[in-house]
């Protein structure tokens, strides 16, 4: 049986945005721009602790030190936020952005900075969080992912970072000491696979069901780019589609057609999108 907070959390935030994730997005030509102008709310950054800062770089060797999880992204978010740039449609509990962490450097040492780094945003009340049992949706959901340690997560309270965890495991017991021994948005709001783990379209459909029994999101990296694929996913009730072209992925969801959708997945139908 899953908390009834858990089932009330995900009932009040379907999901508002695109179903579109903006992968390694600080490759894209303008990182974060070309995706929140497109509205994709679910941006990537890799992030390596370097010289007392978070820098947003592929590798170690691509630190570009202009690039930094702050000038890339914190400022432009929390600016979108409490209004400082304008936009037509804001973040906000109602739009909200998924920031996914990848924590490329070692997780334990780059847990903490990154923590940190949040802190004008968590001062200012905008971040989901977990508290006293209690899941809030704020207008920013951070993930990490990489090397994010599980262990760091759990012990996080109130919780303000969650985990990206293997989609292929939630029916084992959440491998950490913590108060609730399943997994649940609470602790991974976002689950995920490499898809070359994944035998096929049934087993993808399968664990995406799965996924949503936990009320947790679905979303399948190293995917094949075409209009074919992201619609496979997409009829599945899949999340967040991996997307590196936005612009070709936000075409294709365009004239997606959602009433192929599994009935069960109305919630997720492009409707109420
Ligand atoms: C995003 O939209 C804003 C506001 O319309 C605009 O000023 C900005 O140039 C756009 N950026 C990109 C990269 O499209
Ligand atoms: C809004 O956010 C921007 C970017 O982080 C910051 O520079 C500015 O001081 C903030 N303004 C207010 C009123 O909080």
């Given at each position: 049986m ?9 009932a009040?935030?379907?999901l508002a945005?695109?179903?579109?994730h903006?992968h390694n997005?600080?490759?894209?030509a ?12 679910s ?13 947003v770089?592929h590798?170690s ?17 929390m600016g979108?936020?409490?209004g ?31 923590w ?14 977990y508290?006293n049992?209690i ?12 090397n ?27 491998p ?6 399943q997994?649940?948005p ?5 689950a995920?696979v490499?898809y070359s ?5 049934a087993q ?20 094949a780019?075409n209009?074919?694929t ?13 997307a590196?072209?936005?612009?070709a992925?936000?075409?294709a969801w ?5 009433t ?12 109420e999108?």
């Amino acid at each position: 049986m899953l908390p009834l907070f858990a089932l009330a959390a995900f009932a009040s935030t379907t999901l508002a945005a695109k179903p579109i994730h903006s992968h390694n997005d600080y490759l894209q030509a303008v990182p974060f721009w070309d995706a929140f102008n497109l509205s994709i709310m679910s941006v990537e950054a890799d992030v390596w602790w370097q010289d007392s800062q978070l820098f947003v770089a592929h590798t170690s060797g691509a630190i570009d030190k202009t690039k930094t999880l702050d000038s890339l992204y914190l400022e432009n978010i929390m600016g979108l936020i409490n209004g400082s740039i304008t936009s037509a449609t804001p973040i906000s509990v109602d739009n909200p952005l998924q920031l996914l962490i990848d924590m490329k450097s070692d997780g334990p040492t780059t847990f903490q900075p990154v923590w940190n780094a949040l802190q004008p945003l968590r001062t200012a009340g905008h971040l989901t969080t977990y508290a006293n049992g209690i899941l809030t949706q704020g207008a920013v959901t951070v993930v990490g992912t990489g090397n994010t340690p599980l262990a760091s997560v759990v012990a996080l309270e109130p919780r303000d970072v969650f985990f990206d965890s293997d989609i292929r495991h939630l029916y084992s017991t959440l491998p950490s000491v913590g108060v609730t021994p399943q997994w649940g948005p609470e602790i991974t709001p976002l689950a995920s696979v490499d898809y070359s783990d994944v035998s096929n379209t049934a087993q993808m459909q399968a664990l995406v069901l799965n996924a949503h029994d936990f009320k947790i999101r679905s979303r399948f990296w190293d995917t094949a780019a075409n209009v074919a694929t992201w619609n496979t996913f997409w009829a599945a009730g899949s999340d967040w589609v991996n997307a590196d072209d936005l612009q070709a992925v936000s075409n294709a969801w365009a004239v997606f057609d959602s009433t192929v959708a599994p009935a069960l997945e109305k919630a997720y139908a492009k409707q109420e999108l």
